[in-house]
């Protein structure tokens, strides 16, 4: 017989990433390496779960491909006009239309530290 852990209170779940996948095919993880997403709440470091399956609205938190790199920003779309916005005020956003641009999938879940957010 022995006395519970105080620290049982504290202790968190482990992710068991099949049950954030729903497309395992078309689903890719990233890490993000910089800050420009941190007012989204996506620091440096986070993982990203990224479905390409799913088709980007305004307001996701996209992947997408800018002139040949990799970047991740939120989506804005109004009438015809597609932007690419950091939540970063000193980033200029990338429109859709004229740049070498092209959105590869859309983030469905952001794990900090090891839990999901």
Do not use: C
């Amino acid at each position: 017989m022995g006395f519970p852990s105080p620290a049982a209170d504290y202790s968190e779940q482990r992710i068991d990433l099949n049950e954030l996948i729903r497309h395992p095919v078309a689903t890719y993880f990233f890490e993000v390496d910089n800050d420009l997403m941190k007012e989204a709440h996506i620091p440096s470091g986070a993982r990203l779960v990224v479905d390409r399956s799913l088709r980007p609205a305004s307001g996701s938190i996209v992947v997408a491909v800018v002139n040949g790199e990799w970047v991740i920003r939120r989506l804005k779309v109004r009438g015809t006009e597609r932007m690419l916005v950091a939540e970063n005020p000193k980033v200029r956003p990338v429109p859709l239309n004229g740049e070498e641009a092209d959105v590869w999938g859309v983030v469905t879940y952001i794990i900090i530290n090891g839990r999901e957010v």
